[in-house]
């Protein structure tokens, strides 16, 4: 019995299966993982207001804990202020810590103090001069809450307005 003969149609072929393979598998291995979640990080920051102390890990440690990263420029970031303030009326301080990071430095501290006091409820403690710290936490738009569990590790991030109301749905979930 004769093989057929290999014409050069068949020969593509098998050349674009192969390629075609082969693209697939460096794809498949050039994703990137998905990232393990990240602890909350110690942060360099410019200074704090609102505060006689700034929050410490102990202070932190089986909490959840909700970081607001805002910058006074940012309009949606102040219009959410009144939001987080009834979030943080609502949850007992010894569940949920807040703190804000500000991106603005000690140049914008008039606007800091003014947003502070111009918001009733607003009684987290806030870190300004905190652009390394966002840098290093990856925030790359504003206003960015982010969430970390009890055991210290991020649990997600939202951008945006109404943020809040995500963050709120998990803490509820998690702490049951």
Not at 15 to 44: D, H, K, N, S, Y
Not at 119 to 146: C, D
């Amino acid at each position: 019995m004769s093989k057929p003969p290999v014409t050069s149609g068949t020969l593509f072929v098998v050349a674009l299966v192969a390629i075609a393979a082969l693209a697939l598998v460096v794809q498949w291995r050039g994703r990137p993982q998905e990232p393990l979640p990240a602890p909350l990080p110690t942060v360099l920051v410019g200074g704090w207001l609102n505060t006689d102390q700034p929050p410490t890990t102990k202070d932190l440690n089986g909490k959840w804990v909700v970081v607001d990263c805002w910058a006074t420029w940012c309009g949606p970031c102040i219009a959410s202020m009144p939001e987080l303030a009834e979030f943080r009326r609502q949850w007992p301080e010894d569940e949920v810590a807040m703190i804000g990071l500000a991106d603005d430095d000690a140049t914008a501290m008039e606007d800091l103090e003014g947003v502070i006091e111009s918001v009733p409820g607003f009684t987290w403690p806030v870190a300004y001069g905190g652009s390394h710290a966002l840098t290093q936490m990856a925030v790359r738009a504003f206003p960015t809450l982010i969430l970390y569990g009890p055991d210290g590790k991020e649990v997600t991030r939202v951008a945006g307005m109404g943020a809040i109301e995500e963050i709120e749905a998990l803490i509820v979930a998690g702490s049951q």
